[in-house]
């Protein structure tokens, strides 16, 4: 017979890391919004105030200047809502969202990427393709920023019960519990995205081997 006290305990201690997931992409849009947007906005004001006392013949270079910073922020501010929900990943759903994903990484970056999927539907549940979505850019980031490998393989499989995702790199590999200096943060977030949809991750890596996440997450929630 299942002890109500256990259940109780595990439901509490769900619904606590929902909360530490949506608090750290809380702290993590308020640093983008404070450090991005919100210092180029404080120097377009600066500059805007220092134009009643420049010569007006240096005025129309200094309009010229401060039109470029808005145009910056403006794409600042579409990543930003792209990055908080795609506009793709709603509209076309997580394989069409993955596969644009892996494309405009490799067009900017040096990382050959593969995408591969074998799945019968991608109408999961939103919160499935959100965090799916969302482990695939941050495991992205980590191999762009981290691994120095020139290829990557993303896989998207499906079955009648599970979704199983891996993503493989040809890089420097590292050692899992040395992760802090290669992108630990962002392992972090993966595990616990996995973590919220009560899936496992299994990563492997060893340096000079590259690296390899397998992760299986439950089709329905």
Excluded at 134 to 160: C, F, G, P, T, W
């Amino acid at each position: 017979m299942a002890n109500p006290k256990s259940n109780k305990k595990s439901r509490m201690s769900h619904i606590l890391s929902v909360i530490d997931g949506q608090e750290l992409e809380r702290q993590r849009l308020s640093r983008e919004l404070h450090d991005g947007i919100g210092q180029s906005m404080v120097a377009i004001k600066m500059k805007l105030e220092s134009l009643s006392y420049i010569p007006e013949k240096e005025i129309k270079p200094q309009l010229e200047g401060i039109k470029r910073q808005f145009d910056q922020i403006i794409d600042e501010i579409r990543r930003i809502t792209t990055d908080l929900m795609p506009p793709v990943l709603e509209e076309f759903g997580l394989v069409i969202a993955l596969f644009n994903l892996c494309e405009d990484t490799g067009r900017h970056s040096s990382v050959r990427i593969k995408f591969e999927h074998k799945v019968s539907t991608d109408e999961w549940n939103k919160k499935i393709q959100t965090y799916l979505y969302r482990i695939v850019q941050e495991a992205l980031n980590n191999i762009i920023k981290h691994s120095n490998a020139d290829q990557a393989y993303i896989k998207l499989m499906n079955d009648n019960d599970f979704i199983y995702l891996s993503i493989q790199d040809n890089g420097k590999g590292f050692r899992p519990h040395d992760s802090g200096s290669q992108g630990g943060h962002g392992l972090h977030n993966m595990q616990e995205r996995v973590k919220l949809l009560g899936g496992l991750i299994d990563l492997n890596s060893a340096t000079g081997k590259g690296t390899l996440i397998q992760i299986k997450v439950p089709r329905y929630l």
